[in-house]
């Protein structure tokens, strides 16, 4: 079955630099990727999200890449702010049978933005 | 803005209890999803609802859990015996019509298993 692995677990950044974090999936037949964000306490939210069927993707601060020969794909957050300390999880899906998507998500990355 | 409604948000138990968590969709998903989340790890697919039919429980220990979903709208997960190793978070995610992917998620109902 389909494998996710995510890097770094934790990562300690500056206000104002950039953080990327990196995932890897398994099955090829993957076509949709998305990322979440979680604070303390609460559920995932999603961020942003990529399709195989597009290489890169931006919101604002906010950038995913995507390259599906390596199987890998990648969250990039520029100006960091301290509200963006929480733990994202990046997963990984394809649609199934009847258009039932599984997500299976990476083991997450706990970010600290500190002023 | 709407969103998926869990409860309850906290739950102690001891084991061998039976306990039971509650997930009330975003109006008109019709895709429901139940997950676990141990500390420290990214979310596991326990079940997943089409409507009121199951889709996929394979990852279900269905000799301690079940779910449902009677009328393809809210669901209930309950476990009973509770053992030690369920203190987990438990999330409930919805999604809409087929041709969307993206899955909302409830704030979760964490659970302790004394």
């Known amino acids: 079955g389909e494998n996710v692995e995510q890097h770094p677990s934790t990562l300690s950044v500056q206000e104002g630099d950039s953080a990327v974090i990196k995932c890897t999936y398994s099955?090829?037949?993957?076509?949709?990727f998305p990322w979440y964000k979680q604070e303390l306490g609460k559920g995932p939210q999603l961020i942003i999200d990529?399709?195989?069927?597009?290489g890169e993707k931006k919101d604002q601060r906010i950038a995913v890449t995507l390259n599906k020969t390596a199987k890998h794909f990648s969250l990039h957050i520029t100006e960091t702010q301290p509200e963006d300390s929480a733990v994202y999880f990046c997963a990984a899906s394809k649609s199934g049978a009847g258009g039932y998507n599984k997500l299976i998500f990476g083991a997450g990355t706990r970010l600290a933005v500190h002023p | 803005e709407a969103e998926v409604a869990q409860s309850p948000r906290y739950k102690i138990t001891e084991k061998s209890q039976a306990v039971a968590f509650w997930c009330d969709p975003i109006?008109?998903?019709?895709?429901l999803y139940w997950y676990r989340q141990i500390l420290g790890q990214g979310p596991e697919l326990l079940v997943q609802f089409q409507d009121e039919s199951v889709v996929d429980d394979s990852q279900l220990p269905k000799d301690r859990f079940s779910a449902e979903r009677l009328k393809g709208v809210d669901s209930t997960l309950k476990i009973q015996p509770a053992e030690l190793g369920d203190s987990a978070m438990y999330l409930c995610?919805?999604?809409?019509?087929?041709?969307?992917?993206?899955?909302?998620f409830g704030p979760g109902t964490r659970l302790l298993v004394l």
């Open positions: 109006s008109g998903h019709a895709t």
């Open positions: 995610a919805s999604r809409g019509t087929r041709g969307s992917e993206t899955q909302y």
């Open positions: 099955d090829s037949a993957s076509n949709y």
């Open positions: 990529i399709r195989s069927n597009v």
